[in-house]
């Protein structure tokens, strides 16, 4: 079965840190592009960061760069976002999202989705 399985999303303080882990099975993940996205309530989809396969290109939207980390361990068919000084503006639901061609900034393009983990900053 093909699946991607997001984890360790939570309730976090202004200021603290998460990592999220997205695990797949049943395709070869290291040949694939590996997308963060998320989404608040009533806000649009909106892109966090991508990890290609090979060369290994990072990209970060802006609102994240300098706090968030994307990585990946292809031995284990991971790619974790290390999420630190978390905002209440981060609150969203944080999906993975992997494709074999590229990093595409547009969530249609992907052929693989997960669930979600939910992530709330809040005081």
């Known amino acids: 079965q093909l699946q991607l399985v997001e984890s360790g999303g939570g309730l976090v303080q202004p200021g603290g840190s998460l990592r999220l882990s997205c695990a797949a099975s049943?395709?070869?993940?290291?040949?694939?592009?590996v997308s963060w996205f998320r989404q608040a309530p009533g806000k649009e989809r909106e892109g966090v960061s991508c990890?290609?396969?090979?060369?290994?290109?990072?990209y970060y939207a802006d609102s994240v760069k300098g706090r968030f980390t994307i990585s990946r361990d292809d031995a284990k068919n991971t790619v974790y976002l290390q999420m630190n000084s978390l905002k209440p503006e981060d609150t969203a639901l944080y999906y993975c999202?992997?494709?074999?061609?590229?990093?595409?900034?547009?969530?249609?393009?992907?052929?693989?989705w997960g669930q979600g983990t939910q992530v709330t900053v809040s005081s």
């Open positions: 990890i290609s396969s090979g060369d290994g290109n990072i």
């Open positions: 999202l992997a494709d074999r061609n590229y990093c595409s900034p547009f969530p249609y393009e992907y052929e693989y």
């Open positions: 049943g395709f070869t993940f290291s040949s694939y592009a």
